[in-house]
C-alpha cells in the first residue's frame, strides 16, 4: 500500500509563486512515475507533470510547460511541483498520484494512488 500527503496549496495573486510537495511511503519507488494532477470545479481531472522515479525524466502539460517544474528528493521519497508565474486559470485542486507500470503517464486512469489534495487559488 502506498500513502501519499500533498502539501503546500494556498491562495497567490496572478504572477505568483507556489511549491506544492507530496510525501510518499508505505513501498519502494524504484520503477514507479508520480505524477501531478489537477481538477478544476465542474472540469475533469487533468495531466500536469510527470516524473519517473528512476532517471528524474520529466513530462509536463502544454499548458504548465516553462512556468511548472516538477522535482523529486528520493532521500525524502517526496514529489514536488514548483509553480510559478501562476494564472487564475491554474486553479484547482492539485493531486499527486503514483502509477506502477503505466502504459502511458498522462491519463489518471494509469495511475495507482492519490493523495487527497491540495487546493491551490490564484486570484486575478
Known amino acids: 500500500q502506498v500513502q501519499l500527503v500533498e502539501s503546500g496549496g494556498g491562495l497567490v495573486q496572478a504572477g505568483g509563486s507556489l511549491r506544492l510537495s507530496c510525501a510518499a511511503s508505505?513501498?519502494?519507488?524504484?520503477?514507479?512515475?508520480m505524477g501531478w494532477f489537477r481538477q478544476a470545479p465542474g472540469k475533469e481531472r487533468e495531466f500536469v507533470a510527470t516524473i519517473r522515479w528512476i532517471g528524474g525524466y520529466t513530462y509536463y502539460a502544454d499548458s504548465v510547460k516553462g512556468r511548472f517544474t516538477i522535482s523529486r528528493d528520493i532521500a525524502k521519497n517526496t514529489v514536488y511541483l514548483h509553480m510559478n508565474s501562476l494564472k487564475p486559470e491554474d486553479t484547482a485542486v492539485y493531486y499527486c498520484a503514483v502509477a506502477i507500470r503505466p502504459r502511458r503517464t498522462d491519463t489518471p486512469d494509469e495511475y495507482d494512488y492519490w493523495g487527497q489534495g491540495t487546493q491551490v487559488t490564484v486570484s486575478s
Open positions: 508505505g513501498r519502494s519507488f524504484s520503477s514507479y512515475v
